[in-house]
């Protein structure tokens, strides 16, 4: 053949080497025509070393010191096969460490046996929540399918990346290098331990891991160390992200979400059976085979708030309700894969009651909301404000600001970025030495889509309409996260 | 006559059973993360690995300070180890309340399984002549 035309062929032969796969095309078409939203879901190839955010708005307030440690998925892509499902992307752990009105950003991915697997094969292999894998997945007990992607504890020095369905993962919580996967104790060891332990007012940890209908609730010392473990049996075999808890009780919410049949990825485990309703079953902490049951109307819900009893012994606590669980099954996937629309509508922030004689009820604050957080001092006992994410709608399937309700007043205040902003869930920060309840700040990071990259607010808790009174900016994207903690 | 028979004699020298010039041994050394109990140790050729009675068992004393057992007298092929190591020596792997090994347990080739044993496609390695592995069980 001529030189010229040999020299066309090499040049198709290495632009097809570029694009290699289809997962590469279907990455790059993502990128270009994929929704705007669609930074909340790239994927981050390495860890970021730390480095100084900068501030474009406002001024530290003083007294803010500490560090927003939070979790979620950075990594979904792969040339051999992907991640298909929001909750299965690799963990990376991030720190926003404020100190003297200047903010240091660093993140590192959990270093997991998937992520090593996974990286060493190029593809993601290991089935998860809602990614199926394949015959390639190396998978010799729970741990070994952790993504580590979902939540915080921090137990002093070290942080612990929360999952569902196996062990914390010890990092250190300076350098946020990997440790070791917690064994709680030598036969408790894999029991799983979920995303959100709830803190009781007496200091000490509660949590729970679940297998189909039972339960195995860990109480814990702050730093990490067991008091006891044990294994209650449900009523139900529910899909259980999130439980919680008042001063005396735990709280373990049913949603008609149930086990159906063996099946992976977990997902599909479950079917959607509303004629069940929804029940609630309240557990003495002191005797956890003392218990009551509760009806409610169906819903389904991933996130509650911490709960609290009133003086005549009812109790309350709020939730990010939503109809059905086609967020989980379908809008997560529709998350990752950076385009379409997200079915159902968004979760609204609703209140539990739950009265002494028996009776249970709903009211709803009429607010589309998720991720609820409230103030630390008050987890477990009486309280009347809840912090949420907020302005997801059909259209535009993630947050765009947040929103404090108050249950007392029954008003929402309320701060919107615009869609411009992708908003993630805020932590309640106490101010030093201060005791009401709106004596506070909110700290969330969030995705500025307009300038390419992420953000860090805070906002007083008693004036959120005025928008944030500080924010830095760093000079990279990170994905959107899952959930946070704060250590002042 | 004495011909005849030295030539029968040369023929059973030639032709030597397999036994006489094929014996195969493994050598299986364990490193464990604990030096208590023992390491339970079964080696399975094909037709057994799936669920059938070893080829050969051994039990391996961790904790009077051993760690590798041989054995000897294999025909050569295709062979799987699967091992656990009874930390608490109990004679049993335990469990955790949800059942999942506490005990660390392992298989030839490190190989790790599906949501499962290792298959034999992951743990099968030759043996012939004298062959060594040594498998991480921790």
């Known amino acids: 053949m001529t030189p010229s035309r040999r020299h066309f062929l090499m040049g198709a032969a290495a632009l097809s080497a570029a694009v290699a796969t289809p997962e590469m095309v279907r990455a790059a078409i993502a990128q270009e025509v994929g929704a705007s939203w669609a930074l909340a879901t790239a994927d981050l190839e390495g860890d970021i070393a730390p480095r100084a955010m900068r501030l474009v708005h406002g001024r530290a307030p003083a007294g803010l010191e500490g560090t927003l440690f939070r979790n979620g998925p950075a990594k979904f892509r792969r040339a051999g096969g992907s991640a298909t499902h929001w909750f299965d992307g690799d963990g990376l752990m991030r720190s926003f460490t404020m100190s003297d009105g200047a903010v240091t950003l660093a993140a590192r991915f959990a270093d997991t046996p998937k992520r090593r697997t996974e990286t060493e094969l190029d593809a993601v292999v290991t089935p998860g929540f809602g990614t199926a894998g394949d015959g390639r997945a190396r998978v010799g007990s729970p741990d070994d399918a952790s993504a580590a992607n979902t939540a915080v504890m921090v137990t002093g020095d070290k942080v612990w990346a929360l999952w569902e369905a196996g062990s914390p993962l010890q990092m250190d919580a300076s350098t946020l290098a990997t440790e070791q996967f917690v064994t709680l104790r030598d036969d408790l060891k894999g029991m799983p331990f979920q995303a959100h332990p709830r803190f009781a007012p007496d200091g000490t940890v509660w949590n729970v891991g679940m297998s189909g209908d039972r339960a195995i609730v860990w109480h814990l010392n702050h730093d990490g160390s067991l008091i006891d473990a044990q294994v209650l049996r449900l009523p139900r075999a529910s899909y259980l992200h999130d439980f919680t808890a008042t001063e005396r009780h735990l709280i373990f919410l049913l949603q008609p979400w149930v086990f159906d049949h063996e099946a992976m990825p977990y997902s599909t485990q479950f079917a959607w059976k509303p004629e069940l309703g929804t029940q609630v079953l309240v557990v003495d902490k002191a005797d956890l085979t003392s218990t009551r049951t509760y009806e409610l109307p169906s819903f389904s819900f991933f996130h509650l708030g911490d709960a609290w009893a009133e003086a005549d012994g009812t109790i309350r606590f709020d939730v990010a309700a939503n109809r059905d669980a086609s967020f989980a099954i379908e809008g997560a996937r529709v998350l990752v894969a950076g385009r379409g629309g997200v079915p159902g509508e968004p979760s609204v922030l609703k209140l539990v009651t739950l009265r002494s004689n028996g009776q249970a009820e709903m009211t709803s604050s009429g607010v589309t909301a998720e991720f609820p957080k409230g103030d630390p001092r008050r987890a477990g006992l009486e309280r009347s404000l809840t912090v949420h994410v907020a302005g997801e709608r059909g259209g535009r399937p993630l947050p765009n600001g947040l929103a404090v309700q108050d249950w007392k007043s029954g008003r929402s205040h309320a701060f919107s970025f615009g869609d411009d902003q992708i908003m993630e869930e805020a932590v309640f920060v106490p101010k030093p030495g201060a005791a009401a309840e709106r004596d506070a700040w909110l700290v969330a990071p969030s995705i500025n889509l307009a300038e390419g990259v992420t953000e860090l607010h805070v906002f007083d808790v008693a004036s959120i309409e005025g928008g944030p009174v500080a924010t830095w900016r760093a000079d990279v994207a990170l994905p959107a996260g899952f959930h946070g903690a704060w250590r002042g | ?138």
């Open chain 2, 1 to 138: 006559m004495i011909r005849t028979a030295l030539l029968a004699a040369a023929a059973l020298l030639v032709a030597a059973p397999a036994l006489a010039s094929d014996p195969a041994s493994v050598a299986l050394t364990f490193d464990t993360g604990a030096s208590t109990g023992a390491v339970m140790v079964a080696l399975y050729d094909e037709a057994s690995y799936g669920g059938g009675q070893p080829v050969r068992a051994a039990r391996i004393d961790v904790a009077a300070g051993e760690h590798s057992v041989t054995f000897e007298g294999l025909p050569a092929g295709d062979y799987g180890v699967k091992a656990f190591h009874d930390l608490n020596g109990n004679g049993r792997m335990d469990t955790n309340p949800f059942g999942m090994p506490t005990e660390p347990y392992a298989f030839s080739n490190n190989a790790v399984g599906n949501m499962g044993p290792a298959s034999w496609d992951r743990a099968k390695f030759a043996i012939d002549g004298a062959t060594a592995q040594t498998i991480s069980i921790r």
